[in-house]
């Protein structure tokens, strides 16, 4: 038997939100430490790992592991039903083959409950090294946003390169180019809107915008998010979750071909 | 032909090892290609009223027309294709060739009565049956190869044992071709219907050897002894030893040598003078290329020698000829998009099957097996 409860239902939409768009079905694994997901999008270029911790939920539980085989467009259509103030429950039973979601109103006037198959899902689980990055950068959620979508308009990659003064972003394509640069700014009051750049060695490295623009979708889910990198090897962008998790995005980058191949 | 039946035993012990994918899926990969094999495809499929496309000359183009587009396609999808030429082949193959050229002349046969009888849908049939692969098209091939920018290779012997070396080596990705039999060479990869047409929207098939040798719990050795015994192209088989039998025999004894110990001799006649020993010798050590002799560059199209050759000589169409060029120059500028499994590797796989849902998987295992790709017949 698998249940769990979230107060704060919003919380569970917005997070559908950021992977639905990328992952059209994801295989959740629940143990007694909490909820996570683990999944490549198709073209095996970007990877979702989500984390929501069995504290955020009250009650959580959680008898025997389970992995639950989801087809995230059908979900996130059934949260869509759900109030933003509305307390969201999962329950799943040991046997069975669906997933039953219940939504209560605050005041507990109103509950609507929706069933929903499971599916059978194969997934290979990736080991992701730990990782020493050479730059770590935290920017305002809604800042990487617009940066993200306005660059777009000006081409296909971004080109994400990040010394001790700031961090820089480019594009270029047919009508032109355009650079985007942001200053380390940790001194402002308000901790939401700061920039800061953690740097061991400076790197730069190319990544497709279309994919930044399906991790952006998170933007609700943080004030804050913080970007990863070192040379050669996947961008990280991390979202927390409130107190209860995170949500993170690999990419692997583009590669300049060497002259040979 | 590859190995008889080998695709439906895949799909019925080990269906996990195929996994069907759309093509764009395969960016970034590098893939050998079993030249003969496609040529010998396109000499088939890429023809108007049932005659292969010719130049004003009369001189054969389909395969010209199959090597151009097809290799654009993937070239648009970000797939680098290597090409592989058949050497001369093994000795031990040429039982299965007088076999083929037996077939040839049967159907030259039937081809000449349809004609006097004047069935179209017949003479159409017979005369696909007598299509063959030149010399002249393999170095046509190689000719607008080397314009492209492609890099091909020329094996010594058999283009799959070639494909499946450089497998091995880390050249490429995987062997691209419908002959089962790359696998028992040792491709750790397999590709089907990657040379297809965009227009027969054929998902390609991904075989993984080492999710078949775990699905029939079989070593690579053992299973070299298993597509022996199935039917390849350098010996007979025993007769009257089905795929299912087959299995079932290498499974319990787990080499040729104990089958034939255990067998009822007086069931199944075994063939005399059966090389079974060379065969899996011919599989296992087959005579290719090294490493080191093979060297695989990706260059600059020559456009204007490629007009000339395609569009002065085959009399292709001088516009679409200069847009491919266009495609195969933006594929080799820019960067490429970098896989993530290329970074991060996989440590588990977790199935979330139930067991209420067996019944159907069985179903579209049974589905998978048919419709095999026949060749030389």
Known sequence: MFEARLAQGTLLKKVLEAIKDLLNEATWDCNENGMSLQAMDSSHVSLVSLTLNAEGFEPYRCDRNCSLGINLASMSKIFKCASNED??????????????????????????DYEMKLMDIETDHLGIPDTTYSCVVKLPAAEFQRICRDLSQIGESVTICCTKDGVRFSAS??????????????????????????????????????????????????????????????????????EMGHVRYYLAPKIEDEADS | MGIQGLSKVIGDY???????????????????????????QFLIAVRQEGNMLTNADGETTSHLMGIFYRTLRMIDHGIKPVYVFDGKPP?????????????????????????????????????KRLVK???????????????????????????????????????????????????TFGSTVLLRHLTFSEARKMPIKEFSLEKVLAGLELSYEEFIDLCILLGCDYCDSIRGIGPKRAVDL?????????????????????????????????????????????????????????IKFMVEEKGFNEDRIRNGCKKLQKARHGSTQGRLDSFFKVTSTTSTKRKSTEGTKGGATKKKAKGGFKRGR
């Open chain 1, 173 to 242: 394509g047919d009508l032109g180019s355009g650079n985007i640069k942001l200053a380390q700014n940790a001194n402002v009051d308000k901790e939401d809107e700061a920039v800061t750049i953690e740097m061991q060695e400076a790197c730069t490295l190319t990544f497709a915008l279309r994919y930044l623009n399906f991790f952006c979708k998170a933007t609700p889910l943080s004030p804050q998010v913080t970007l990863s990198m070192s040379n050669e090897v996947p961008l990280v962008v991390e979202y927390k979750i409130g």
């Open chain 2, 250 to 306: 290498i499974k319990q004894h787990r080499s040729i040598e104990a089958v034939l110990k255990n067998i009822d001799t007086k069931k199944y006649t075994i063939p005399e003078d059966w090389p079974f020993e060379q065969a899996r010798e011919l599989f296992k050590q087959p005579d290719v290329l090294k490493d080191s002799e093979v060297e695989l560059k990706w260059t600059e199209p020559k456009e204007e020698e490629l």
């Open chain 2, 133 to 183: 692969v030149t010399k002249e098209h393999n170095e046509e091939c190689k000719q607008l190869l080397g314009l492209m920018g492609i890099p091909f290779v020329e094996a010594p012997c058999e283009a799959e044992a070639q494909c499946a070396s450089l497998v091995k080596g880390g050249h490429v990705y995987a062997t691209g071709t419908e002959d089962m039999d790359a696998l």
């Open chain 2, 91 to 127: 000795d031990m193959k040429s039982g299965e060739l007088s076999k083929r050229a037996g077939r040839r002349e049967e159907a030259q046969k039937a081809l000449e009565k349809a004609e006097e009888a004047g069935e179209a849908e017949n003479v159409e049939k017979f005369s």
């Open chain 1, 87 to 112: 307390s969201i429950t999962i329950k799943a039973g040991d046997e069975g083959d669906t997933i039953t979601y219940v939504f209560e109103s605050p005041n507990g006037d109103k509950v609507s």
């Open chain 2, 14 to 40: 080990a269906p996990s090892a195929v996994k069907e994918n759309e093509i764009k899926n395969f960016f970034g990969r590098k893939v050998a290609i079993d030249a003969s094999m496609c040529i010998y």
